[in-house]
């Protein structure tokens, strides 16, 4: 699956306040030491955010992860040209395992394209070393309008066979859900969902935003059924003029809700 790295910029403030609000909850430096010993990054997309892990723990190694080749170009180009700690390797979230210096691991916006990631997690948990910190955060709004709307729209019209198993429903536990994974692998954890409510600019933004993430899978199968792109032009005609619908704009822009779920534990 191809990223933009320029699209997913889009909105870059509003992508990366909970990022922020995430590794905020880690405390270190823990047991005598500074700073962890490598910092791990699962799916970093352009490694922007990555860089500031980087800078809050210069002693440590930080490597940021991320399956997407264009992604990576991006990050190495740019992130990782001023910090000499960091460093960008080309992986699956599926086919990471974490190491003995593992202390920090961080996936921000990432677990909810790994289905399996719920019966990975307990793994992952179970091999970091003792006193290490795993922090995640993933998007909940798969119940919102914007992906309600972008699933039924998708289940009917001329596109429909093509779109046939393309959109996930909900890949995301709850709050509770994560935190009892940590507590079972015996990590002191805590667990919470925000819903921010970002202030989108210009024209049908909220159909902007998605198309740098979750629209993404269903453009591509429809350009792959109909590489003229009139199938892709007429299923987000008709899906912008319901998130417009869904979403009206106001004199200060369109406000879109987000909700995020998160979870944080240091192992004990």
């Not at 740019?78 to 080309?90: E, V």
């Not at 909220?206 to 009139?230: F, K």
Request: net charge negative; aromatic share 10%.
């Amino acid at each position: 699956m191809h990223w933009d790295p320029s699209r997913y910029a889009a909105f870059a403030d509003d992508r990366a306040r909970p990022f922020h609000d995430l590794v905020a909850q880690i405390a270190w430096p823990a047991d005598g030491r500074e700073a962890p010993r490598r910092v791990v990054d699962l799916g970093c997309g352009p490694g922007t955010l990555t860089a500031t892990l980087a800078a809050r723990w210069r002693s440590a190694s930080v490597v940021g992860i991320d399956s997407s080749a264009e992604m990576l170009a991006s990050a190495r180009a740019g992130a990782a040209t001023a910090l000499p700690n960091l460093a960008f390797d080309l992986g699956t979230i599926e086919d990471w395992a974490p190491g003995p210096t593992d202390d920090v691991v961080v996936t921000n916006a990432a677990l909810q394209w790994v289905p399996s990631h719920v019966v990975l997690l307990p793994g992952w948990l179970d091999a970091m070393p003792t006193g290490s910190w795993f922090a995640m955060q993933v998007p909940g709004n798969f119940g919102s309008p914007s992906h309600a709307l972008m699933r039924s729209i998708a289940a009917e019209g001329p596109w429909a066979e093509a779109l046939d198993g393309v959109l996930r429903a909900d890949p995301v536990l709850d709050p509770a859900a994560y935190l009892s994974i940590m507590l079972d692998a015996g990590f002191e954890a805590r667990a919470w969902e925000t819903t921010y409510a970002q202030v989108l600019p210009g024209v049908d933004p909220v159909l902007e935003w998605v198309r740098g993430t979750g629209l993404r899978p269903a453009l591509q199968a429809l350009d792959a059924a109909d590489p003229s792109g009139a199938l892709a032009a007429a299923y987000t005609a008709e899906y912008s003029a319901a998130l417009r619908s869904a979403y009206p704009a106001t004199a200060h822009g369109t406000v879109y809700p987000f909700r995020r779920v998160f979870a944080v534990g240091r192992k004990a």
